[in-house]
């Protein structure tokens, strides 16, 4: 059975930095795709960036350009979301979802329990 978790949230002051981890017990996610999506109070569920196994392919949200990276140790079997000059906006719980597929396209069949992240003004 696939365990995804995700660390690393917390609340931080508009203009900081955080950086999200996700790791998968049962899986080595050497060959997977992964991506992270977040969803704020009273809003959908949305998408903010993914990878493709070898990380040559990346796909940013327009909210996150700029301003969040993607990436994945496969040695260490985890992803990163390294998120930079964070807005109020921002605030929302993010979840780290794993693509077998590889492409970092989806479907998305592995989802984490999410971490918070809370961005003051």
């Known amino acids: 059975q696939v365990q995804v978790v995700e660390s690393g949230g917390g609340l931080v002051q508009a203009g900081g930095s955080l950086t999200l981890s996700c790791t998968a017990s049962?899986?080595?996610?050497?060959?997977?795709?992964a991506g992270w999506f977040r969803k704020a109070p009273g809003k959908e569920r949305e998408f903010v960036a993914s990878?493709?196994?070898?990380?040559?392919?990346?796909y940013y949200a327009d909210a996150a350009k700029d301003r969040f990276t993607i990436s994945k140790d496969n040695v260490q079997g985890t992803v990163y979301l390294q998120m930079t000059s964070l807005k109020p906006e921002d605030t929302a719980e993010y979840y780290c979802a794993i693509d077998p597929t590889g492409t970092g396209s989806g479907p998305y069949k592995y989802w984490g329990q999410g971490t918070q992240v809370t961005v003051s003004s």
């Open positions: 049962g899986r080595t996610l050497t060959n997977d795709g």
């Open positions: 990878t493709s196994w070898s990380g040559t392919s990346q």
